[in-house]
């Protein structure tokens, strides 16, 4: 049987180079896979890991491909021997994290191109061949980022709210294409994933924070009180190894549950699945589903996005979340000098709206820390 010919972007680092290696060395032996990078110089790292991981001779194969780059698309793709792809898998990414007035407009068109308009210009390439033989699925790599605001992330979180739209609205239409094929174009999916330990927060479009001297000392402030919270999020980050596994006991697009979130936030969890499944459980599911996900963490955030149209919930939530302790520190650092919450108050919690006793769900509890 032919094997199945998967192409993915962004494979000098992190999710796509363990996703290249995972697959071309599956026991399956039932994956030829294009390996894509910007630039072919940065492949050592991907060619060592495909070595040590006993990758059959045949079974990866790298190709130079700049998804900001049509012409490099269309280049990469006629050096396809096979003439298909059945897996397109749009893993390239750029971030983009401190306050918004810190970014060029070049770092900021920079991320939109790599993550926005470099997806569709994959799918402008792949897809249409796709659609004419009534088979193939595409993967994203998306984010936790793309189904909810954070601050200091917002260009980020605009380029994963796209591809969510951009999606969503592809898988609408594609299941019209699908026919009685072992990898139908009935399929896009969106791989979201929480922190992943990655090359990618060294790799930020401008550096960590951009240029903060363009902010004023009360967004700094803000700043750096989020970045200690954040690299908090990001000690406990997922292994990309663990992102892309493929877990023993079958299906589902809730992955993994790892016991994070407060019952009575997730009152319809299914069975504990392990480990995350993800991309290969996607690439393998007869009828994929939209969304798959690396963690529950964020879940209960997520929900209430879609609870409460009006976005109160969430803001309020997602505020607390972020610069709660903020707040417990204001009474010691107040003292001592230090700006604390009561000074932010004007543009901080006062300014969303609430009277302190009308907040949204002011005592749930989002998640509970693991035991
Ligand atoms: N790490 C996380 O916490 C996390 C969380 C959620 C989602 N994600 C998503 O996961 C995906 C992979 O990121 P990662 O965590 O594995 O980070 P990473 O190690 O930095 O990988 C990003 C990859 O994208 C490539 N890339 C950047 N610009 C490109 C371009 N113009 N053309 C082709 N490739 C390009 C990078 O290549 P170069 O080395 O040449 O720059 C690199 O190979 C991204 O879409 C990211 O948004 C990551």
Not at 7 to 17: D, F, Q
Not at 59 to 75: F, H, K, N, Q, W
Not at 243 to 264: D, I, K, M, R, Y
Request: net charge negative; glycine share 10%.
């Amino acid at each position: 049987m032919d094997r199945t010919v998967v192409l993915i972007t962004g494979c000098s680092s992190g999710i796509g180079l363990h996703l290249a290696v995972r697959l071309a060395s599956d026991p399956s032996q039932s994956f030829k896979v294009y390996a894509t990078l910007r630039d072919l110089k940065t492949q050592g790292p991907l060619l060592e890991a495909a070595r040590a991981r006993g990758c059959p001779p045949g079974s990866l194969e790298t190709l130079e491909l700049d998804v900001r780059d049509s012409e490099s698309v269309a280049a990469a793709q006629a050096s396809v021997t096979e003439g298909r792809v059945d897996v397109l898998v749009c893993n390239a990414g750029r971030g983009l994290f401190g306050p918004l007035e810190a970014h060029g407009l070049d770092a900021v068109c920079a991320v939109l191109d790599v993550n926005v308009v470099g997806t569709v210009r994959m799918l402008q390439a792949f897809l249409p061949d796709m659609k004419r033989r009534h088979s193939g699925r595409v993967l994203v790599t998306a984010s936790v980022g793309g189904l909810m605001g954070l601050p200091f992330h917002e260009v980020y979180c605009a380029s994963k709210f796209a591809l969510e739209g951009l999606c969503e609205s592809l898988a609408i239409l594609l299941p019209l294409f699908g026919v009685h094929h072992r990898c139908r174009p009935r399929s896009v999916s969106l791989i979201e994933c929480g922190a992943v330990h990655t090359a990618f927060h060294e790799k930020l479009e401008g550096g960590a924070g951009g240029a903060l001297e363009r902010a004023d000392t009360q967004t700094r402030h803000l700043f750096t009180h989020y970045q200690r919270g954040y690299e908090q999020v990001l000690s406990e980050a997922q292994d990309p190894e663990e992102v892309t596994e493929v877990g023993a006991n079958g299906a589902s697009p809730l992955g993994v549950v790892s016991g994070w979130v407060h019952p009575q936030w997730f009152p319809q969890r299914p069975a504990l699945l392990f480990p995350p499944q993800l991309f290969l459980t996607a690439l393998r599911a007869p009828r994929p589903a939209l969304r798959y996900f690396s963690t529950d963490r964020f879940l209960p955030l997520a929900r209430l996005r879609t609870e409460d149209l009006s976005g109160s919930s969430y803001v309020a939530a997602m505020h607390r979340e972020a610069f709660a302790d903020l707040q417990a520190q204001e009474g010691t650092e107040a003292g001592a000098g230090v700006l604390g919450v009561r000074d932010l108050q004007p543009s901080g919690i006062s300014e969303l709206g609430w009277p302190a006793s009308d907040k949204p769900d002011q005592n749930k509890p989002c998640h509970q820390p693991k035991n």
